[in-house]
């Protein structure tokens, strides 16, 4: 009464008095609401921490299986593994979905020789054969070089120049850019689409510079596109054989190169999605998609891409699992086929979710490495974008406190990205950047070079992140 009589005297209606009680208690509400998530998250956090097997999961994919190209015997051990793992974490459900793939095979010989420079004579350059390159004579073949910056030089070259010739792609990830994800963007269609457009002009091999920061000489691999243009030998070199060819190449006429590689088209093959999930209490057919890419290049162990985002997204129903936590809605790890080479484990998934009866509202990808976590990037149609990115915003809060403090829109993640269309909303994991391109499509993607504990605090702040938009939903404006 003292509140009615104290609010009376400073001209409160009645009418706005009911209005006041009641955000009062949305505010009382609200606050425990958010105490209670604060809880819940750190309970999470304590439990990935202490509990998870993730970092064990790994250790197997890497070690006992390996570097994994999806249509390959790696890639269908990876597949066995990861799905027996699930349904020992006492996953609801656990299946395989069928994807088609293009399978390539590398071989076992990438060289790439200067035969005859006056200053050095002949020299050996560190080199791998990118994805889908095509193979050359098994004595290799020579040819002079011309050096391109990039693509956009390659345009304005006449073909009679190109005719014949090896072509290298000097142009590299700029340093300037303090996120490497936008250096590798700026740099990597001499790699994706480079090789096709010098073959149109009648280029007989390429070279580019690997796509990396790192100033040693490890030569880092990745998918070139032919699309209808017959695969030529498509290779990289590593940083300092590219710097010393740069080099060579500006300072003497005609410097010619033996390229050789036995790289193999497979032709079709099978593979699989690997799919579990836990069934939702409330809206089942409400699915938060929580996934990585089970293949990798096979020079290294696929250990940052993808393993560390494969089984962090496995923890995440394991941590809810060990908690027991009911989601509202139907949590699902998804585990793509083939992000590397042809996309086509997401666009059957995308296919798939598209005709079922369920409403995918949100998807989240770890596909940036099992580094510290940063936070995660947004995406969604745009008319649903903007409330989408609000309401994730006040999740930001609680987050931040784990170093999750960054939730930018825009971009997401290869896999997910395919679900868009269907009005999911896509958060793509963001570790920091700076070491994922030392390892990225290297031989030195192993095991050794993710740390634990930052896997483990990836997979808590999905796990976390998940949480939220399981208990609130999106609603859109
Ligand atoms: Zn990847």
Not at 248 to 260: R, V
Not at 397 to 418: F, H, V
Request: glycine residues 10%; contains cysteine.
């Amino acid at each position: 009464m003292k509140i009615l009589n104290t609010l009376s005297r400073q001209g409160f209606s009645p009418k706005g008095l009911f209005l006041f009680i009641a955000f009062l208690s949305l505010t009382i509400t609200s606050q425990a609401q958010s105490d209670e998530d604060i809880e819940e998250i750190r309970e999470i956090y304590d439990n990935v921490l202490t509990s998870s097997s993730c970092y064990d999961w790994l250790h197997f994919l890497c070690k006992r299986i390996g570097g994994r190209i999806a249509g390959s015997p790696e890639g269908t051990a990876a597949e066995r593994y990861t799905a027996q793992m699930l349904d020992s974490i006492g996953a609801d459900t656990v299946w395989m979905q069928e994807v088609e793939v293009n399978y390539w095979r590398r071989g076992s010989v990438a060289k790439a020789k200067v035969v005859n420079s006056e200053l050095l004579g002949n020299v050996d350059l560190s080199t791998v054969a990118l994805g889908f390159s095509g193979r050359t004579p098994k004595m290799g073949l020579t040819a002079e070089v011309i050096k391109v910056w990039d693509l956009n030089a390659l345009e304005k070259i006449p073909a009679s120049e190109i005719q014949g010739k090896i072509v290298f792609f000097d142009k590299g990830m700029d340093p300037t850019k303090t996120n490497t994800f936008h250096a590798y963007g700026a740099a990597v269609g001499q790699r994706t689409a480079g090789p096709r457009s010098a073959a149109e002009k009648g280029a007989i091999a390429t070279l580019t510079r690997s796509m990396t920061l790192k100033q040693d000489d490890i030569p880092h691999s990745g998918v070139t596109v032919f699309q209808d243009q017959t695969p030529i030998p498509a290779l990289a070199l590593g940083m300092q054989s590219a710097n010393l060819l740069s080099e060579l190449l500006d300072s003497e006429k005609g410097i010619k190169i033996n390229i050789q590689a036995d790289c193999e088209h497979m032709g079709k093959q099978k593979a699989h999605n690997v799919i579990a999930e836990i069934k939702g209490s409330t809206y089942p057919n409400e699915v938060i998609v929580v996934g990585g890419h089970l293949d990798s290049w096979d020079i290294g162990e696929g250990a940052h891409d993808d393993g560390a985002g494969c089984v962090q997204a496995m923890e995440v129903l394991h941590v809810f699992r060990r908690m027991g936590i009911r989601p509202k809605r139907t949590i699902r790890c998804v585990l793509f086929a083939n992000e590397e080479n042809g996309m086509f484990g997401a666009t059957t998934y995308a296919a798939y979710a598209k005709n079922s009866k369920e409403k995918h509202i949100a998807a989240i990808e770890s596909d940036a490495g099992g580094h510290t976590p940063r936070g995660f990037r947004m995406d969604a149609l745009k008319e649903i974008s903007k409330s989408a990115f609000k309401q994730a915003q006040k999740w930001r809060e609680i987050l931040a406190p784990y170093g999750l403090y960054y939730l930018d829109a825009g971009g997401s993640a290869a896999d997910i990205s395919k679900l868009k269309s269907q009005g999911t909303v896509l958060f793509g994991y963001r570790p920091d950047s700076q070491r994922y391109f030392d390892y990225h499509h290297a031989e030195t993607d192993v095991f050794e070079n993710v740390h634990k504990r930052e896997l483990e605090l990836g997979a808590a702040g999905m796990a976390a992140l998940i949480y939220l938009i399981d208990k609130y939903g999106f609603t859109f404006e």
